[in-house]
């Protein structure tokens, strides 16, 4: 068995190192369209990849709570335990851009077409700066018709670990009024952080309903979704 998962993640490694030149060529060639026919084109990688990872490496999944996406624009909290969330959610979601690490766009190749997917790039040691940079370009993102997906633990945690829910997005919704999608999974169970190896199963995706922002502060906020979506992780692996 474990030969296999060897081999098998293996064969999907060759192929992220033979797709993503070429997709990163493909992103740059999108540079004169609008950014919702960049995504749709650069989203490609994303599906490529969620294939692969079926086939090759036998990792599924499945959707409880889609009914609870909005029809309007919204800002995604989720749960970071692995990278495959962040190809998923360009399968499951509509159009989406990301709160990241400004740093992630120096990644050759991948970084490339990162940029072109109209991220919000922070740099987090800027403190108010990133926060007032995160406002404006995400008012101007959900204007566009995108969605925003941010991570509010920071960076990806293990199984059974919960970081801190920074209070950023919560911000984020309280200020443009946008309604809050929480979303939980047990992603980590089938590709750890950090992990060379993907392990085949089910990996469950668990659509909250959306949250409207109330007169409550951005911290108490944050905690109640992070509630939430820890409590609604434990749930999915106890099943």
Not at 7 to 24: K, N
Not at 64 to 75: R, S
Not at 126 to 137: H, I, P, S
């Amino acid at each position: 068995m474990r030969a296999s998962v060897w081999l098998r993640s293996l064969a999907f490694v060759l192929i992220q190192i033979v797709a993503t030149p070429v997709y990163s060529v493909v992103a740059l060639l999108t540079f004169p369209f609008s950014p919702l026919t960049r995504y749709r084109i650069i989203s490609g990688w994303s599906r490529l990849m969620m294939w692969s990872l079926e086939r090759v490496c036998g990792v599924h999944y499945r959707v409880l709570g889609a009914e609870n996406i909005p029809d309007e624009p919204f800002i995604v909290l989720a749960k970071h335990e692995s990278a495959w969330e962040t190809l998923a959610f360009q399968v499951v979601l509509p159009p989406q851009v990301w709160v990241i690490k400004r740093e992630l766009l120096w990644i050759p190749f991948f970084g490339w077409g990162l940029a072109m997917l109209s991220p919000i790039a922070i740099d987090r040691r800027e403190g108010w700066r990133a926060l007032r940079q995160t406002l404006d370009q995400g008012r101007e993102r959900l204007a566009s018709g995108f969605n925003i997906v941010i991570f509010p633990e920071g960076t990806r945690s293990a199984p059974g670990v919960s970081g801190r829910y920074q209070a950023g997005g919560a911000w984020l919704a309280l200020q443009t009024g946008a309604p809050i999608v929480p979303i939980a999974h047990n992603a980590g169970d089938h590709w750890p952080r950090n992990s060379f190896l993907k392990y085949p199963g089910v990996v469950t995706i668990s659509i909250g309903p959306a949250v409207r922002p109330a007169a409550e502060k951005a911290p108490e906020l944050a905690s109640r979704i992070g509630e939430w979506i820890e409590t609604e992780t434990r749930r999915i692996r106890s099943s």
